[in-house]
Structures are given as structure tokens and as C-alpha cells.
């Protein structure tokens, strides 16, 4: 049986999109983001969640968000491939640390970090939705590493689609340059702008709106405002609650854009058993002072160890926000607009409120972040990432609190993170044998100046090709 799942925007765009048309799209037309016009019953998700394999409870949650339409060959390919990066030696790579305390890997996917979870979802997914219209598609993104590698990954050598990767030249680790640069499949197109992240982002905005773009076909992005993106991460956090034998454990998410967190947040809506949601930012705390202090405030990105968490204003914030407003569109695009105008604006006491009750927020410096890293090898004999490290620190301060059982989520392997690792341990971390067999490798990337003609000009002639 194939649902339908009719999909709305947090800014009230109500031109209903289904599933395919919702991650085709990105973002909504008018700027919002893409949601369920309506959660699944809490206890219908259950039950079509209820125990089976990985692969399985991908495949229902599919189902159950209407992506059924796609095709069922599509459907057990995504689910398969995400489950492929998921487990670890067939099993949910759970690690109990202590009674109360346990890490969530998700770094045993082809680019070591969680973010291979949803991409690899979304590939053939993507795929199918282009074949049902026959039409073709662009994608551009910017990345700070994880997500151009996990995107070329799960992308590279798929039909119809073209991927363009922009990302800040000699300013992302040359282990995540290496993951998008050797082998990469004819269809990427790595670029190496002269410039900082910030460039690669106002460029990839820039392509997607610009004229000449547009005129060669369908062009989008493959960040985490996609709702595929998150729908990907839902199922793990069902599997590691299950597997930690413990009723509804809290979970420690490691945040930059609220992707992964706000992917907790749904799997606890439909009824999974999730406890409470604490999103651990680090010294970027723009999301734990609007939840903290009410007033959610864009301040300048200052770069961290935990690099892929250096946001400035958590685009998946919106998302909560709307579920907070009892999904007033009307309030979540004033609130935003507001934001986007003025630089801050003060969260309404109802909203916050609500929020609070939904997720709380805790900053991590970067002198905390080295010491767990430390300390995460001494007491517990782990080598863990920087990312991994802030959600550690936010971990025991609630257990100091009187939190009970906690999930933190490690988000990606040690070893894509060399210099902080070593930095903190005298030691350099031991790279999985995937990783270290890209070095010495041939590289395919373009160095180009950050102006937007010279890019373009690189684009399209990509897209002929
Ligand atoms: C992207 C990323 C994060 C942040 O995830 P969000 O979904 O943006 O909150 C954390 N850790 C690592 C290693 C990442 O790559």
C-alpha cells in the first residue's frame, strides 16, 4: 500500500508537495522548510516500527512518510545502503561506557561520519524521483568537509544527477579533502575556492538563484534543510534506544545545523522511546543562548576543533520553532524574518516555553573539548572526535545535574580529525584502513577565485558534460 504523505512549509507555503517533490525541492518556495502536513499517530508509528531489522524499519519509516510512491526496488536500495553504513559487523554499534553512559558510532559508513547515513538514503531515492519525472538534476553544496564527502559518496556515479562541491581551498582537513578529491566519479565536480566557508555558501546561494543556472534544468542543494537529509537519521536513534535496554534514554546530540537533533526530536513524536533531547554546541552557542537566555542572536562563526559545528544561526532551528508556535506559520516567518533583518530577535515567552520543554542547550569551550578528549582515553580507553568530545562534556555535566541514562551520539571517527586528536593526546589516531589508503592518491579538484562568473562558467559547463 502506498501512502500519501502531503508535506507543508514552517512559512506557510501550502502548495503541498509529497515526499518526492518535498527533497527535489530543498526548501520550500518561499524560503520555509519542508514538514509533514501531519506527524503519523504516534501509535501507528509504532507499530509499523516494531521490531525487525535495521534495513526493515528504514524501509516502514519509508512507507510511512510517503515515500512509498518511489518505487519499492528504490526503496530497498536506500534502505539498504543506509543500513550498510549504519551497523557494524551486523549490529547496532552501541558502546556502554558507563552504567548510565553510552556512545552511539555512527562512523562506520564509507566517509566516517553520521552524515553518510542520510546521504547514502538519499542517492537512490533522488534517483528515482528524476527517473518518474525524466528530468535531470544539479546539485551544489558548500562544505567545511563532512558533508562534500559523504555527498560524493553516496552521489558519485548516480543517474541524472550532476553534484558540484564548492569547498574553502586549504582550509578543510586533507583527510575529508581526500575523501572528496581521490576516485572521485565523473559526475562531481570538486571546487577549491579561494576563500572561507562563508564564500562557498553565499556562492552556492548565489548559483541557485542565478538566471543562467536555472535556464540549463532543476538545480538544487543537498544540505541539511532537506527533509530526506533528516529522515535518514531517524532510524538510528530508534535502534541505539532499543539496544541500550533502558526506557526512553536521553540523548546528547553534537550540533551545528539541528539536523541531527531535530531528527531525535521526531523520532521521540512518533513514538519512539526517547527521552529528553540536549543539543551540545560549541563556543558557536548562538542555539544555546536563544534556548537558554530567549534570545536567539547571529553572531560571527569564530573557527573551533569541533569544525563541523563552527554555525552561526542552525538553519533546522525553524523547524522547532514552528512545532513550538503550535504551527502558527505566520509567527515562525515573522519571528525569522525578523532574525534575518535585524540580527537577533526575542523568542515570545509561550514559544520558549515550549521549546524548553522540547530541548535544552548546553555551550562546550574549547578547553573542555580538549581535556575530554583526554579524558575520554584515560577513563574509558576511546579515541574520540572533537564533536564527539562536546557532546561528552554536556553529557557529564547533566549526569553532575542528576540526568539519568544518556546517549551521546559520536558523529564522526577520531581520525578524519588528526590534529585536535594528536593535539590532546601526544599521539596521532589510528585511521580505519579506508582512510589511510586515499593518501598518496591522485586528487581531482579545480582551484578557482571566489567571484561568481568564474564559478558559474565551471558549473555549467560541468552540467554539459
Ligand atoms: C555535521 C556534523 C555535526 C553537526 O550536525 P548538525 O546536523 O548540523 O547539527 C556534528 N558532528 C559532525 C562530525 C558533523 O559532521
Given at each position: 500500500m502506498t501512502q500519501t504523505v502531503p508535506y507543508i512549509g514552517t512559512r506557510?507555503?501550502?502548495?503541498e508537495r509529497d515526499f518526492a517533490g518535498a527533497i527535489l525541492d530543498g526548501l520550500a518556495p518561499d524560503g520555509g522548510l519542508y514538514v509533514p502536513a501531519q506527524w503519523p499517530e504516534a501509535g501507528a508509528a509504532t507499530a509499523a516500527l516494531s521490531p525487525g531489522s535495521y534495513k526493515d524499519q528504514v524501509l516502514a519509516l519509508l512507507r510511512l512518510f510517503g515515500a512509498g510512491r518511489l518505487g519499492d526496488a528504490a526503496l530497498e536500495t536506500a534502505a539498504e545502503r543506509t543500513s550498510q553504513a549504519f551497523l557494524k559487523d551486523g549490529r547496532t554499534p552501541l558502546v556502554q561506557l558507563e552504567d548510565d553512559l553510552w556512545l552511539l558510532e555512527l562512523f562506520h559508513g564509507p566517509t566516517h561520519a553520521f552524515k553518510d547515513m542520510a546521504m547514502q538514503m538519499m542517492a537512490p531515492l533522488t534517483a528515482a524521483a528524476l527517473a518518474q519525472r525524466d528530468e535531470d538534476l544539479l546539485l551544489?553544496?558548500?562544505?567545511?568537509?563532512?558533508?562534500?564527502?559523504?555527498?560524493?559518496?553516496?552521489?558519485g556515479g548516480t543517474e541524472r544527477i550532476k553534484l558540484v562541491v564548492l569547498h574553502p581551498h586549504n582550509r578543510?582537513?586533507?583527510?575529508?579533502?581526500?575523501?572528496?578529491?581521490?576516485?572521485?566519479?565523473?559526475?562531481?565536480?570538486?571546487?577549491?575556492?579561494?576563500?572561507?566557508?562563508?564564500?562557498?555558501?553565499?556562492?552556492?546561494?548565489?548559483?541557485l538563484a542565478d538566471d543562467h543556472?536555472?535556464?540549463?534544468?532543476?538545480?538544487?542543494?543537498?544540505?541539511?534543510?532537506?527533509?530526506?537529509?533528516?529522515?535518514?537519521?531517524?532510524p538510528y536513534y530508534l535502534a541505539a534506544a532499543r539496544a541500550s535496554g533502558v526506557a526512553n534514554p536521553d540523548f546528547v546530540v553534537p550540533t551545528g545545523n539541528f539536523g541531527d537533533a531535530f531528527a531525535g526530536w521526531i523520532a521521540r513524536k512518533i513514538g519512539g522511546s526517547v527521552g529528553h533531547l540536549h543539543a551540545a554546541v560549541n563556543q558557536n552557542?548562538?542555539?544555546?543562548?536563544?534556548?537558554n537566555d530567549g534570545v536567539y542572536q547571529r553572531t560571527t562563526a569564530r573557527p573551533s576543533a569541533s569544525i563541523s559545528m563552527d554555525v552561526q544561526a542552525p538553519s533546522n532551528f525553524e523547524r522547532l520553532v514552528f512545532e513550538a508556535l503550535g504551527r502558527d506559520a505566520a509567527r515562525t516567518e515573522a519571528l525569522f524574518s525578523t532574525f534575518v533583518r535585524e540580527g537577533e530577535v526575542t523568542l515570545p515567552a509561550d514559544a520558549?516555553?515550549?521549546?524548553?520543554?522540547?530541548?535544552?542547550?548546553?555551550?562546550?569551550?574549547?578547553?573542555?573539548?580538549?581535556?575530554?578528549?583526554?579524558?575520554?582515553?584515560?577513563?574509558?580507553?576511546?579515541?574520540?572526535?572533537?564533536?564527539?568530545?562536546?557532546?561528552?562534556?554536556?553529557?557529564?555535566?547533566?549526569r553532575d545535574a542528576?540526568?539519568?541514562?544518556?546517549?551521546?551520539?559520536?558523529?564522526?571517527?577520531?581520525?578524519k580529525f588528526p590534529d585536535a586528536v594528536e593535539a590532546a593526546l601526544g599521539t596521532p589516531p589510528q585511521a580505519p584502513a579506508a582512510l589511510a589508503a586515499l593518501e598518496?592518491?591522485?586528487?581531482?579538484?579545480?582551484?578557482?577565485?571566489?567571484?561568481?562568473?568564474?564559478?558559474r562558467d565551471r558549473v555549467l559547463a560541468h552540467r554539459r558534460a
Open positions: 506557510g507555503f501550502a502548495g551544489i553544496t558548500a562544505t567545511s568537509g563532512d558533508t562534500g564527502a559523504a555527498a560524493v559518496r553516496a552521489f578543510v582537513s586533507p583527510v575529508q579533502r581526500r575523501q572528496m578529491t581521490v576516485d572521485a566519479p565523473a559526475n562531481v565536480l570538486n571546487l577549491a575556492i579561494e576563500g572561507d566557508f562563508d564564500d562557498c555558501q553565499r556562492l552556492v546561494k548565489t548559483l543556472v536555472r535556464a540549463a534544468g532543476a538545480v538544487s542543494s543537498v544540505n541539511s534543510i532537506n527533509w530526506g537529509r533528516l529522515l535518514g537519521q531517524v552557542d548562538a542555539l544555546a543562548r536563544a534556548l520558549l516555553k515550549a521549546l524548553r520543554a522540547e530541548v535544552s542547550a548546553s555551550s562546550v569551550s574549547e578547553a573542555q573539548t580538549a581535556a575530554m578528549i583526554q579524558t575520554a582515553h584515560r577513563r574509558w580507553g576511546q579515541v574520540v572526535c572533537p564533536h564527539t568530545a562536546v557532546g561528552l562534556v554536556a553529557a557529564l555535566a547533566r542528576g540526568a539519568g541514562p544518556q546517549i551521546v551520539l559520536a558523529t564522526a571517527h577520531a581520525a598518496n592518491r591522485p586528487e581531482a579538484f579545480a582551484i578557482c577565485g571566489p567571484q561568481t562568473d568564474g564559478v
